[in-house]
């Protein structure tokens, strides 16, 4: 055995927790403790706990890709929600193009140009990429 495993083994039992995610109740858990150690660390990069709560976040992130993979959305989608969520209507994006314009991208008829595209990225404080299938 080496070294670093001799060193390492001892520790494992209070590790492997976090380090460790096989199910929904491991999960729940290991969010407790992660909001736990977000509260402590906020976003001090000098923390000395940082680079843990860095390598939980990647932890969390392979265990949500394979257990709750996000559905695949169209930039129309997102547009959608993101009217909705501002209270917009169709003739309230003129930068985007005319009311008819808007109904055809809404409806599946049309796909976002890269020019509305940046436009609704900017107007939405949102990627670009979230417009793009």
Avoid: C
């Avoid at 977000?38 to 000395?48: A, F, N």
């Avoid at 843990?52 to 990647?58: C, E, Y």
């Avoid at 008819?100 to 595209?117: A, D, F, M, W, Y």
């Amino acid at each position: 055995m080496s070294r670093t495993i001799r060193e390492i083994q001892p520790h494992w039992t209070v590790i492997r927790p976090y380090l460790s995610i096989r199910n929904d109740e491991d999960y729940d858990q290991a969010v407790e403790q992660m909001n736990e150690l977000i509260d402590i660390v906020g976003t001090d990069e000098d923390h000395p706990m940082y680079d843990f709560l860095d390598t939980l976040g990647t932890v969390f992130h392979a265990y949500e890709e394979k257990n709750y993979p996000l559905p695949a959305v169209s930039g129309a989608d997102v547009l959608t929600y993101l009217m909705e969520e501002h209270g917009l209507w169709q003739a309230d994006l003129p930068e985007v193009g005319s009311q008819g314009v808007v109904s055809e991208i809404l409806n599946g008829k049309r796909e976002l140009n890269v020019r509305q595209i940046r436009v609704l990225a900017r107007r939405f404080h949102v990627s670009p990429a979230v417009f793009i299938e």
